[in-house]
């Protein structure tokens, strides 16, 4: 008897909280393309890191997850898109750019599940530990649905949910709205959190914003205050987290401030961003919603793949330049001649 309460108290340890999905993206491409921002611009203005589906293009319209063949997703009916800004070191001396790896991200059960690279996405419903289902119905993004979050352009005010994080060890250390400004031992975290709430009407807007309506006034995962009039349908909480491998620059930064610059040149953090494509296969996204899902695998209503699998999914190289390093300017910051 004592043994058996000793394995069920382990068990009730070890059981899944019901609280969305979680799921690694390995990267797919890095390019300059923007069909959410710039749609049909080849090359767009600056580099993005981008996972998902191989339906990625530099436009795209329609009903993405009709198309995608294969994607990067853990999750095989996830033909989303999701991007971010690109990382580059700045050498304090020389002036030139390298591009910062990206690791997958280190959950805090499960390992990285053999993602290469990529970014880690979550559908949330309610926060990180619970669904709350029975109050409140979260609906899916339909096809042809996109977002973006934060601005290239920002530089002084702090975005809710746009943070930045000093890895050392297993430490992710304080959120912070700005870059680090000292070496971070384990590189550098950045999360994105989209806003909850939608106008029920328009699958964009002209700044890729307005349709959706913010109610989140603190950082973290935590859930979406009531959606407003104007906003009043309430969808997933998306998040991206991304590792920038910053360890290997650490000891070229010997002197002045933080070497870390976004893609756009961004020296300041606040200029951070994001994209979001939807492209869930029919109902897949819908079903989850519905349940409870095992947070870390999406167990039950979807289908999963290995991550070996995953990694297999690419994308052609469309816009045919170089964007590793040491480049004496950023891809699309001048220097040369843009493609007509
Ligand atoms: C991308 O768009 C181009 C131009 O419309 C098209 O020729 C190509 O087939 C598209 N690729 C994918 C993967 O959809
Ligand atoms: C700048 O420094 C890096 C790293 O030490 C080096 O590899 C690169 O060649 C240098 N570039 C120039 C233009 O000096």
New binding site residues.
Partial sequence: MKTLSRVSAALALIAPVQAGLRFPCSTLTFQRLDPVVEPGAVPAAHVHHIVGG??????MTGDVGE?GTCTTCQMSEDFSNYWTAVLYFKHPTNGTYHRVPVLPVQPLLGGSQGASGGLTVYYTQFDLNKDNLKQQKVTAFKPGFRMTVGSPAATSKPHVGLRYQCLTGQNRGAEMSDFPTKPCTGGIFTTHHFPPCWDGKNLDSPDHQSHMYNTISLDGFTNAPACPSSHPVRMPQVTYETVWDTSKFNSLWTTGPNPFVWSFEGTSGYGTHADYMFGWKGDALQRAMDKSECFYDGCGSIKKQQMTVANTCT??EMVKEETVGWLKVLPGRGGEMAPM
Avoid at 54 to 59: E, L, Q, R, V
Wanted: hydrophobic share 45%; charged share 20%; net charge positive.
């Fill in positions: 191989n339906a990625f293009n530099a436009t198309r994308v052609k």
